[in-house]
């Protein structure tokens, strides 16, 4: 049973500029959900996939977006980079007719920076 | 507005004693609670979950318990191990199905 994998790990970008970050779930998992983590904060619920859909999200404008893929995988885009942006992004993966809360499987986050 | 609270950033305790970390949340609709464990470089981990119907709920060292008039919880380790230290987030949430609302954390230190 593989866990939750992120990539890039680390990324540098500047601001203005664009930037795709990817996970891929948890093996049987059919729901994602990614979560911005600003220095000193918990977690922040950006939104969820289910199914290719957008299924909750969080406050967050709409220069955060996302996709989901029928191999479940997942893409968060954010465009228009902020420096408020710089953050641990997270995925986490779970089954949704069980709820995210105790199923949810994080992955170890991409640390992203924006100068 | 931060709706869940945990107002010590960090911790510490000595190995064999017990550890108690304490949250408090606003949001009196909030229906399910749950705390997470964090290493460094990996993503949060499911510890404990309780729901409101629930004043207590233990596994194994961890015991959750709930006060709903108070609006505040905390989470027991007894005894502290030093693979213990970590970063642990208090959350809540609506329901099972609904996002969760994650504190800022509280970070634990375990002394040897």
């Known amino acids: 049973e593989t866990g939750v994998t992120q990539s890039p790990t680390h990324l540098i970008k500047t601001r203005g500029q664009q930037v795709t970050l990817r996970c891929s779930s948890q093996?049987?998992?059919?729901?994602v959900s990614w979560y911005q983590q600003a220095l000193g904060q918990g977690p922040q619920f950006i939104f969820q996939y289910y199914r290719e859909e957008e299924n909750g999200r969080g406050n967050f404008p709409p220069r955060f977006s996302g996709l989901q893929f029928p191999n479940y995988s997942s893409e968060l885009n954010v465009n228009a980079l902020e420096l408020d942006d710089s953050a641990l992004y997270l995925c986490?993966?779970?089954?949704?007719?069980?709820?995210?809360?105790?199923?949810?499987?994080f992955g170890p986050g991409t640390r992203l920076l924006v100068l | 507005d931060q709706q869940v609270k945990q107002n010590s950033p960090s911790l510490s305790v000595q190995e064999g004693r017990i550890s108690i970390l304490n949250c408090d949340y606003t949001n009196s609709m909030f229906d399910y609670f749950l705390w997470y464990k964090k290493y460094p470089a990996e993503g949060p981990t499911f510890l404990i979950s309780i729901s409101s119907i629930k004043d207590k709920n233990e596994d194994g060292r961890f015991t959750v318990f709930l006060n709903k008039s108070a609006k505040h919880l905390s989470l027991h380790i007894v005894p502290s191990q030093p693979g213990d230290s970590a970063v642990y987030f208090c959350?809540?949430?609506?329901?099972?199905?609904?996002?969760?609302?994650f504190g800022k954390g509280t970070r634990l230190h375990i002394l040897p």
């Open positions: 986490a993966s779970s089954l949704a007719n069980r709820g995210p809360g105790e199923t949810q499987y």
């Open positions: 959350a809540a949430s609506l329901n099972r199905d609904d996002k969760i609302i």
């Open positions: 093996s049987g998992h059919n729901t």
